[in-house]
């Protein structure tokens, strides 16, 4: 949520900000200002109001002492009350309105941002040097089918399109890159969490992905509860709501958390040949990274949970690039994003394996989550930030299509050997 003073002090700016991102604003902000004005109005009229009402009844007690009459007193309270009713009615509309509104602002991107989309995404730095064969390779779906590491048929068949099951080997090198991925985590003096998997609407809300993305989950529909719960599209959603409606001390951030989940989400719509098999599915597996942080360490947090991404990515001796997203290309509720781009040989370009985003104080305004200052005492939101480290389901497909071998075996890396009781390479069932 935006900081609803900046938008007071300076609409124009806000509106310009948001065109950045491709959001044309400009009537919701000139009705937020609007609401803005006549809710303070009708406050400030009330506690007139409230302050007559309370003066008045101090009158009655010397009024009827005195032999006067009081019936113009309570005709006077009652008309107060009446007005005071009226007022809380329209208060209450005004703030439904206004709070409605503001849910929806997307976050403002930060100023070095580019204008506009994919087309102005800027790729910041390259590591290793792209992938050559001096064979035919194949692609991740025929390796893996034929190494019987993914059975795609029966996932399909368990859940429909856009699932598949790990077998044999396959499950475990997927396991072995979550173990990975968390051991270098809590050697960072990160803290891992195993999260729920169903969570309630505040977290989607917390985390600016509701209301404007409500349909892109899966609701869980309970005839004993009447609350809205959904399966967890990412760990962030629940890892940035762990502080909502609290107060840290300053002493306290920052405060570093993972958690290993699968990932639910409707993907909808139809993909080219190149998006087939594990690479956009309904259903991954990721480890999340967040952060809570003060504002002045909200940077040097961001700068810390791409170096991990970019480890992660280089210890598995992967060729990537990271590439600084425009402004309309971060998602709603993002200030800032890099993505870790990794190559997939038979997708002739890179696909993104991790986000790393900083939400600066917009998911904690929405959360209510503050920290309090040591020297004054006083009260500030807290900045989030989040990271893949790292989704899996481009990572395998990237593992098997660069590290195969002419004969169809996958050379393991050295990283994930030791997950593998050793296993050097992964060769073709007898």
Known sequence: MIDIKLIRDTPEEIKLSLLKK??????EIDRIIALDALRRKIIASNEESKAEQNKTSKKIPQIKKDGGDIAAIFERLNSLKESIRAADIELRDVDAELDALMLRLPNLPDADLASGGKENNEPLRYYGEPHTFDFEPKNHIDLCSKLELIDYQRGVKLAGSGFWIYRGLGARLEWALLNYFIDAHIADGYEMLFVPYILEYTCGLTAGQFPKFADEVYRIANPTDERVHYLLPTAEAALVSLHRDEILSEVELPRKYISFTPCFRREAGTYGSDERGMVRGHQFNKVEMVQYTTPEGSDAAFDELVGKAEALVSGLGFHFR????????????MARTYDIEIQ???MN????????????SYQARRGAMRFRREATGKTEFMHTLNGSGLATSRILPALVEQNQQRDGSIVIPEALRKYLGGMEIIESPK
């Open 344 to 346: 997939i040989p038979s």
């Open 349 to 360: 370009g890179y696909k993104e394996v991790s986000s790393v985003s900083n939400a600066r």
């Open 322 to 333: 990271t590439v600084k997203l425009a402004a309309a290309d971060c998602s709603a509720a």
């Open 22 to 27: 491709g959001s044309d604003c400009s009537t």
